[in-house]
């Protein structure tokens, strides 16, 4: 709507659309059926889909959109109903992103709302994309884990985050277009080729996740003990440093704020890296 390529019949319709019954908001406790709260840094609300009812038609636009936006013709994964137990996992993940990052778990958790777990032959570990706004997706195997839990929430709130910023921020140069891009190719991805955008985004992940596990790494939760987390951050830096130092040499693709985002994130990555013995945290984009 910004860049002015929508028409008028074109623009968001939802917001018009009549019967549907309106979850509560994020500040809000109040309780819904259709969900179990979690709360979240700063006493938000964040709600977890526990009851898929085909009759209500809020429920049906959001399995509509999730497929439209998560799902290929021949997927066979699906949300599903979340247990208590699932709950239960997703609610000590935020507990434990709480005490290990407090300001990044305040700052990228503000940028959710919804988590549907998801099943099924095929299914992601975890996933998010921008026509699902402040919504995130975990396949039911990675809920059998705590620590494996917080890493999938951290990692697709990361994403939301960076979503809601590219709304108000220049972070790519006019006129950007994915499919035209320049590509960067992950060496621990046999045969991909990532667009300009995909590529910082990971980075901007890999960047979180360095300091997640660092955090692991340095902690003596009993909850934890289990994770190698020196090799997740080692992984992780060596995966953020291999992305960052591409996507800054490719200052073209970038806009105004994307090179000054590049340059925070190489910052901060910077600092986990000599400093990774102490838990440092990062802070909020500012």
């Known amino acids: 709507m910004r860049a002015g390529r929508l028409g008028e019949d074109e623009a968001v319709t939802l917001p018009s659309c009549t019967g549907l019954t309106t979850p509560p908001g994020p500040r809000t406790a109040k309780a819904d059926s259709r969900f179990a709260g979690v709360v979240a840094p700063s006493g938000r609300t964040v709600r977890v889909l ?16 999730f497929r439209e936006g998560l799902t290929e013709t021949d997927s066979k994964y699906a949300i599903v109903e979340a247990t208590g137990p699932e709950v239960d996992t997703i609610r000590q993940a935020v507990d434990l992103l709480s005490r290990l990052l407090p300001h990044v778990a305040t700052s990228v958790l503000s940028h959710l709302s919804y988590v549907g777990v998801v099943a099924g032959p095929g299914a992601f570990e975890s996933a998010s994309d921008r026509k699902v706004p ?29 979503y809601d910023i590219q709304l ?29 955008d995909r590529a910082l985004a990971a980075s901007h992940v890999y960047v979180h996740l360095s300091a997640f596990y660092a955090s692991l790494e340095c902690g003596l939760d009993p909850a934890t003990s289990h994770v190698d987390a020196v090799g997740g951050r080692t992984r992780s830096i060596g995966r953020a440093r291999f992305l960052l130092d591409a996507v800054a040499g490719l200052p073209a693709e970038s806009g105004p704020a994307g090179l000054r985002f590049i340059s925070w994130l190489n910052e901060q990555l910077e600092h986990i890296e000599a400093s990774a013995s102490t838990a440092p945290q990062i802070q909020g984009v500012k």
Do not use: M
């Open 134 to 162: 402040r919504a995130i997706f975990i396949n039911r195997d990675a809920l059998t884990g705590v620590p494996r839990t917080s890493e999938a929430i951290l990692h697709e709130c990361v994403h939301q985050k960076l």
């Open 168 to 196: 108000v921020q220049p972070i790519y140069r006019v006129g950007y277009d994915a499919k035209t891009a320049a590509t960067v190719r992950p060496a621990w991805h046999e045969d991909a080729a990532w667009s300009f």
């Open 50 to 65: 526990t009851r898929v009812d085909r009759e209500d038609s809020w429920t049906l636009r959001f399995l509509d959109i």
